[in-house]
């Protein structure tokens, strides 16, 4: 079978898009898209060891501040940018919230990488604590739970979410040029999920291309041999590897198999249906495990997921939820608002972890992915591109690479010059009458970098590795040690420094607030909110 005959009319599809829009002039449309920025940043000691200390009061509390909050660890930041229509902004706030962070912690750093290092073993990781509150109780369990289910050390690996939201005025000009007469919301999340399904066919490019994970610490295997080679006496590594922490070793939904689940994302229904099902299915692993032992809660349940959340995937629809909605309700009940991108590696070579050129990047490839056509994923597809995926993270630059496509092959050289070059519109429709090109700009960029995969991040830092005769502890201490003395230099911006000082100052009090008031009991609190069912989606 040809490969490029199911393929390529995807592409034509964006292209004639585009083209109406630009006939229309309404190709200022694609501009203007709202972009959030989240950064997972672990804290760690001078040696590298991941903090035991609490979350620093002085950041405010983790469960009601908006902007600094902490992931699966109490050491995990999480630090989350509200979203801008500029593509600068995300970016000069995350300098800000790093900023604010650097003075505030106690002889620690922020660690560069996305693989943890010095890990010593599954109880130095501490699981994050959120209050007295049901809620804050809830978000704990939940923590929990995944230690039980799938250890803690995975866990602490970190990322860059990428959340985008396509610009409110191209939905009525898509609509028209579509001819759609039926439900807008409908129209938007048929289209998002669209997007979503596109992401998932071609989204092996943001390894490939920003993947920075190629070794890690042979701590990170505990007293398990490690299942890959050695680089130096503490590293492993796979040669051509991009992104470890997308393959085997990261986080993954390692049980899909056995469990029998898997997110459909042929449209909202199916996809609501599906998570829904796997929430409320019990998984006999899981209640081995037990729920409440002893007094303690080990899980929230012991369902093939407790929660949305659980279910990994390297892209999520997402609604903005009202109080302790449950994600499905709201995507549910109000359709999807955004969709946020999951797969970027923090950026060793750059103190904020993404830099601009990635932001543009990646912008042009989802707004890419929304206008190209979008047929279901079947079976064989999706095996295609669970294959894909793993490759990419582990043998992402090795001469030659083959991936799968329309049940054959295809280079992933071909395959990846094939979708940038299908890209060139969507980019200089974004540059619009800007001097400097620069989606444009940075396409160049990555077609240079599919011809010579030693300019990618992950190829960067392995000859960096090997130039300075340090494994990779030892980079990424270099690495995290030079962003920390970046932010402690940089002067703060009065405003910013500001609102987050009373931001701190109002979380905590909005905690005390909360533990305050009267507290169902917990089992009480968690069997209301799972009786939540979501309505059916419009």
Request: charged letters at 25%; one cysteine or more; proline letters at 7%.
């Amino acid at each position: 079978m040809n490969p490029d005959a199911q393929v390529l009319p995807l592409y034509r599809l964006a292209e004639q898009r585009l083209g109406r829009l630009l006939t229309t002039g309404q190709q200022h449309l694609l501009r203007d898209g709202l972009v959030g920025l989240e950064k997972e940043s672990l804290r760690v000691s001078p040696n590298g060891g991941i903090a035991q200390t609490p979350h620093p009061k002085a950041l405010g509390s983790a469960l009601t501040h908006p902007y600094i909050t902490t992931d699966y660890s109490e050491a995990l930041l999480e630090l989350i940018t509200p979203p801008f229509t500029d593509r600068v902004g995300p970016l000069r706030f995350l300098e800000d919230l790093q900023k604010f962070v650097y003075p505030r912690l106690d002889s620690e750093i922020l660690w560069a990488t996305s693989m943890p290092c010095v890990v010593a073993g599954e109880d130095s990781i501490p699981i994050a604590q959120y209050g007295s509150s049901n809620v804050g109780l809830m978000k704990t369990v939940y923590r929990r739970g995944l230690g039980y289910r799938y250890g803690r050390v995975m866990q602490v690996i970190a990322g860059v979410h990428y959340n985008y939201s396509v610009p409110e005025a191209l939905w009525p000009a898509l609509r028209e040029l579509d001819g759609d007469g039926g439900d807008a919301s409908a129209y938007r999340s048929r289209a998002y999920f669209g997007m979503i399904r596109n992401l998932q066919r071609v989204g092996w490019l943001i390894p490939y291309l920003f993947g920075a994970s190629p070794a890690v610490c042979k701590s990170f295997f505990g007293d398990q041999h490690p299942p890959m080679p050695q680089f130096d006496r503490n590293t492993c590594y796979e040669p051509y590897a991009t992104s470890l922490r997308m393959g085997d070793i990261g986080y993954t939904n390692a049980k899909e198999g056995e469990t029998g689940i898997k997110a459909c994302y042929d449209d909202l229904a199916c996809y609501v249906k599906s998570l829904a099902c796997a929430i409320e299915t019990p998984y006999p692993e899981y209640e081995r495990i037990g729920v409440c032992v002893d007094g303690e809660y080990r899980q929230l349940n012991a369902n093939i997921l407790q929660i949305e959340n659980e279910y990994y995937s390297t892209v999520r629809p997402k609604q903005i939820l009202q109080g302790l909605e449950k994600p499905t309700c709201a995507l549910a009940a109000r359709g999807v608002r955004y969709v946020e991108l999951r797969s970027v590696d923090v950026n060793a070579f750059h103190p904020l972890g993404i830099d601009l050129d990635q932001v543009y990047f990646i912008e042009a490839l989802m707004l890419f992915c929304l206008l190209a056509d979008s047929p279901p994923i079947d079976a064989d597809e999706r095996t295609h591109i669970d294959f894909n995926q793993s490759a990419i993270s582990h043998r992402g630059r090795e001469p030659g690479l083959k991936l799968r496509r329309s049940g054959g092959e295809i280079a992933l050289k071909d395959w990846a010059l094939e979708v940038l070059g299908a890209m060139q519109g969507v980019c200089e429709l974004l540059d619009g009458d800007a001097v400097e090109r620069p989606y444009s700009r940075v396409l160049a960029t990555q077609v240079e970098a599919v011809h010579d995969p030693e300019r990618t991040p992950s190829a960067r830092m392995l000859a960096e590795m090997r130039a300075n005769g340090e494994g990779f502890y030892h980079f990424a201490r270099r690495m995290s040690q030079a962003h920390g003395e970046y932010f402690n230099a940089l002067p703060p911006r009065a405003e910013a420094e500001a609102l987050l000082e009373r931001l701190a100052v109002d979380s905590l009090a909005e905690q005390a607030a909360l533990e305050a008031e009267p507290q169902a009991p917990f089992d009480e609190f968690l069997k209301a909110y799972f009786a939540e069912r979501p309505p059916q989606p419009a």
